[in-house]
């Protein structure tokens, strides 16, 4: 599972082990425990990734490989592809900017998605600040 976190500082990615049920369904237990209103949409998220990077190209075929996943893939410029997942939105209103996106792909191109968003030296900048 990928967990993409939009915070006001900017965005973190993880992948995480579990199922997508037990993260939404602990996120509305912990909002009905301390009383703040949680809603649960589904959504789409999207976001850059640098197609230098040798996992790319990997992650093209790992894509190819699997029918039916609800992911797109487009090459924007000569540095960057933008990728669009389906998931679900986790926030507060369906209209916050702040909350957190989940979805479940195939391993490998999970696997994929994380290693290009590593190798991206804009992300790493951010989750230092």
Known sequence: M???????????L??????LESVVA??????MRVGQTISVEPSRAAFLVPIDHPCFNHLVQAIH????????????DDDFAEISLQGFWLAATREAHEGMFICTLADRVEFF???????DPRNLSSIAQ
Not at 66 to 74: A, D, F, N, R, Y
């Open 2 to 12: 990928l967990k993409l976190t939009y915070t006001d500082v900017g965005l973190t």
């Open 14 to 19: 993880e992948r995480l082990a579990g199922a």
């Open 26 to 31: 602990q996120r509305v237990i912990l909002a």
């Open 65 to 76: 490989e699997v029918q039916g996943q609800e992911i797109s893939l487009c090459v924007v």
């Open 113 to 119: 998605i994380h290693k290009l968003w590593q190798a």
